[in-house]
């Protein structure tokens, strides 16, 4: 009987075009190509940006004629020289209006500093709103070059080379160097991102047929042709548990395929290499285990969306109790990837957050069976526990016939 | 048999306005409860059909649904020659088709999907789901509209299929609930005629409805529910004259008022 309802609820979830847009459609094409196109249009932005020539005037100008000419001399900027009229506006009248990008004042006594060894205190003014502005990298950049030439040239004065003048500015140089191996470091960045990735992805996947299966099927009528079959309660709950648990997998698997798949159409041959690096570092078996963990997690959300939503009268009651939801399961994931968070004792406690910590531990390599055994365990005890609160709930009069 | 010996059941409210509201001038608000059913005796016989009369809200539907096992009655029983529905359902539930006023079926699935689905809920095997929708397609007339979506159907066309889902089992106790609401005259005609039929093959049939034209022209007996409870049981000669009334509008009409 779990098998017919199970085949049943299947083909007609397949024949819904509003789950094949959800499992198949979205996130092997829509998404993509959204996220896609952002990606390049932003990209486009900041490319167009940092290379745009800018317009700028300097205040003060006499005070650092060796700067003006240094700024003069790089094609990425154009000296703004006024016409008749506009030379009676002040310069903050300009950059308002958008004939100069941003106005360099430097300071009116320079000079004098600069003969005296003091610092000089020059002020940049641009408007920073735009997110994409460039006017701040592209101008520091060239203040630490002219800076570099003051100090460079001021230690020739006294007499000391190159390498002594470094020793001055900077008499220790603190080196890196990370004793971790390759595979603990991308254990311990991928490790957080994969049960981040997959674990709502799993959670969307399972929301919307959950939705149908249980306030959908209240909502057309088909829910009490079904409770008065002989069919056990426990069977049918099973039918369709199993059901939301293929839908959840099937939208992960869709949407890390597609990311795979337009990886390498985009980056061609550099996607593959590096997909074949991070699967040979981690270790296959590693990486299945990861996977495993993530096993028990999946059926408890199963279990929870398609209690919520035999508890729900129609399908807009559901969708408003299955909200939250994806909030309540992204907060403990981010908890897992916090930096100095690893997997003990008090953390194993903790639902999902442990098992994205276990995933980073498996991931790194380094894992203590017994605390992860426990983590596993664990979830499969809620997950369980979570399905029988299900088929409990189906028994329910005050459920069914809210 | 179906015999019906002392069903009650009652629903909590939850709203409490709505308790303060009812409070005033339902007797059936007792507290923070609903007595929907109180009391209720009856029985169909086999070969008999039993027409289930009463106002909007009186409790049939609530009835039926516990006849059909969906509900579970707080005290009382409902027995199927002598078997206790709410203790053996899986064995009763074989021999019940129930069809209730808000019944659909799988809109994705074509109408001999839908009927095949749930034969083999009821454990039949191929050749007699083949023989059972043979002898249903050809009483409800459903044509070769089976192999279309349940989607696409017409309001007539889908109670028909709805009909044949209850009853493709072959049951011995048939439970309608409103079965031919909405329906046009020509599919009102051929649900009738199916009744009828039931009836001659030995089946208890018990339905309700608002339309005393079916009443009389198919019912032996009638039950009439008035807020829950059972105020009326009996054939339709008895029914009149309990009243003291020739035509059976009146007759009911009265009955229902007099237990107010």
């Known amino acids: 009987m779990i098998k017919t309802i199970f085949l049943k609820e299947l083909l007609e979830l397949l024949r819904d075009k509003k789950t094949l847009v959800f499992m198949v459609v979205l996130p092997l094409l829509i998404f993509p190509a959204l996220f896609g196109t952002v990606a390049v249009l932003a990209g486009k932005q900041v490319q167009q940006e940092q290379t745009r020539v800018l317009n700028y005037y300097i205040a003060n100008e006499e005070q650092a004629a060796d700067f003006a000419k240094l700024m003069k001399a790089d094609d990425s900027f154009s000296l703004f020289e006024p016409s008749a009229q506009e030379q009676n506006a002040t310069w903050e009248q300009w950059l308002r209006a958008g004939k100069v990008d941003f106005v360099l004042a430097v300071s009116d006594t320079h000079q004098s500093e600069l003969e005296q060894h003091t610092q000089s205190h020059w002020q940049l003014h641009f408007n920073n709103a735009e997110l994409t502005s460039s006017v701040w990298s592209r101008v520091y950049r060239l203040v630490e070059k002219f800076n570099q030439q003051i100090t460079s040239d001021k230690f020739n004065a006294l007499g000391l080379n190159e390498s002594q003048y470094q020793g001055v500015i900077q008499p220790i140089v603190l080196e890196k160097k990370d004793i971790a191996k390759k595979k603990e470091s991308l254990g311990t960045q991928l490790g957080g991102i994969i049960a981040y990735i997959i674990l709502p992805l799993c959670l969307m996947g399972a929301i919307y047929p959950a939705i149908d299966l249980g306030a959908g099927e209240k909502e057309h009528g088909t829910l009490e042709s079904l409770i008065i079959t002989p069919t056990h309660s426990v069977a049918i709950v099973l039918g369709k548990f199993l059901t939301i648990v293929t839908t959840s997998f099937t939208c992960a698997f869709m949407t890390v395929l597609s990311l795979l798949l337009w990886g390498f159409i985009f980056a061609q041959a550099l996607a593959v290499e590096a997909v074949v690096e991070i699967v040979k570092t981690l270790g296959v078996i590693d990486m299945m285990l990861a996977l495993v963990m993530l096993i028990p997690v999946v059926l408890f959300f199963s279990a929870l969306v398609l209690a919520i939503s035999i508890y729900a009268r129609s399908f807009k009651e559901a969708q408003n109790y299955m909200g939250p939801l994806t909030i309540l399961v992204i907060a403990p994931l981010v908890i897992a990837m916090l930096p100095g968070i690893n997997l003990d004792w008090q953390w194993a406690w903790v639902p999902i957050t442990n098992v994205a910590l276990s995933v980073k531990e498996i991931l790194k390599g380094q894992f203590d069976l017994v605390l992860v055994g426990f983590v596993w365990l664990s979830q499969v005890a809620m997950a369980m526990l979570m399905l029988a609160f299900t088929m409990f709930w189906f028994k329910r009069e005050a459920v069914l016939f809210r | 048999m179906i015999k019906v010996e002392q069903v009650c059941k009652r629903f909590p409210l939850k709203d409490a306005k709505r308790v303060n509201q009812l409070n005033q001038s339902d007797p059936r608000i007792y507290g923070r409860f609903f007595n929907v059913l ?128 209850a009853v493709i089992h072959q049951p011995d106790y048939v439970i309608f609930d409103e079965p031919t609401t909405g329906l046009d005259i020509a599919a009102c005609e051929v649900v009738l005629q199916f009744m009828a039929q039931l009836k001659e093959q030995g089946k208890a049939v018990i339905f309700s409805t608002h339309h005393l034209d079916e009443v009389e022209r198919l019912c032996d007996r009638v039950c009439i529910i008035e807020r829950g409870k059972a105020v009326f049981e009996g054939d339709l000669t008895q029914l009149k004259q309990s009243a003291n009334e020739s035509t059976l509008q009146p007759a009911v009409l009265k009955l229902m008022q007099s237990s107010r």
């Open chain 2, 38 to 165: 109180d009391n209720v005796n009856f029985s169909c016989q086999q070969g008999e059909i039993l027409g289930l009369l009463g106002a909007n809200g009186a409790g049939k539907t609530s009835l039926l649904r516990i006849l059909s096992t969906a509900l579970s009655p707080d005290s009382g029983q409902v027995l199927y020659q002598q078997q206790n529905a709410h203790q053996f359902k899986a064995t009763v539930r074989k021999k019940i088709g129930f069809l209730s006023g808000s019944t659909g079926l799988y809109d994705k699935l074509t109408g001999l999907e839908n009927l095949q689905y749930f034969a083999k809920l009821f454990g039949m095997d191929d050749e007699q789901f083949e023989a059972s929708l043979a002898n249903l397609n050809q009483a409800l007339d459903m044509g070769d509209y089976l192999n279309r979506r349940y989607q696409d159907y017409s309001t007539g066309m889908k109670q028909k299929v709805a009909i044949a889902r």
